[in-house]
């Protein structure tokens, strides 16, 4: 069921930052069902281990995140909307152009009215790390305000090379922060230290509550000033300011 919806789901999109599905596989052996999807091959990987292994400056990151923020978009604007549900950097791969594109949609859903119902007899099935204290609830659906908290977890992934609460490994204790905003200061970190507005936008990211949170298109607006501007000082009193 789980493949039948991402496949459906994933069929639909159409965008550069979308990572295109070509078709599906079905093969059964010895009584088991194999389901496969067909995608195009990209050499570069996930976003996370490609900036690594590149050492790629902070601009070419801001890049990337810039890339999956245009492909969250165009899922929330889709008609009907569709929320990802499972942004992370292993999910944001890099083509041979070097431009990034998002996959997975295994934990996609349209946001319609159906959904609603079903959401709410839905265990959340994505990795804890990445996850909205709203998505944590058992009623908890899907939302793009859930999305964006974790494109602000993206940020921190691509800036700092380390997987969000890293030091953090007993599971109750990842809820535990995640639910009472204990999160980490970014401003600390040398990553986002290059960039420091970015701190102030993870944290608007973060906001406790879902309709406090960015819109997408507007972290489109301040990645692109962060981008073109080039003067981290001028950011950051943009963004004391917003």
Request: net charge neutral; glycine share 6%; hydrophobic share 40%.
């Amino acid at each position: 069921k789980r493949f039948i919806n991402e496949t459906y789901v994933w069929s639909q999109l159409k965008h550069d930052h979308i990572l295109e599905l070509i078709g599906f596989h079905f093969s059964c052996s010895d009584g088991v069902v194999e389901a496969l999807v067909v995608c195009p091959w990209l050499e570069n990987g996930q976003s996370v281990r490609y900036v690594e292994q590149r050492n790629l400056s902070a601009d070419k990151r801001l890049c990337l995140l810039l890339d999956a923020a245009e492909g969250l978009h165009y899922l929330h604007t889709h008609q009907p909307p569709i929320c990802h549900g499972n942004i992370r950097g292993s999910n944001l791969l890099v083509k041979n152009n070097g431009r990034a594109a998002i996959c997975d949609f295994g934990l996609a859903q349209a946001l319609n009215e159906d959904f609603a119902e079903v959401a709410g007899q839905t265990i959340y099935r994505g990795n804890v790390r990445w996850a909205s204290p709203e998505r944590l609830d058992s009623n908890g659906a899907l939302a793009s305000s859930s999305d964006v908290w974790s494109w602000g977890w993206l940020i921190w992934e691509l800036m700092t090379a380390k997987t969000p609460f890293h030091l953090i490994k007993n599971s109750s204790s990842l809820i535990y922060h995640i639910v009472t905003s204990k999160l980490p200061a970014c401003e600390e970190e040398v990553g986002i230290r290059e960039v420091p507005a970015l701190a102030r936008l993870m944290r608007m990211c973060w906001q406790q509550d879902p309709g406090s949170r960015l819109k997408i298109k507007e972290c489109i607006h301040f990645l692109n000033r962060i981008v073109s501007v080039g003067s981290q000082r001028k950011w950051s009193v943009y963004l004391h300011s917003y």
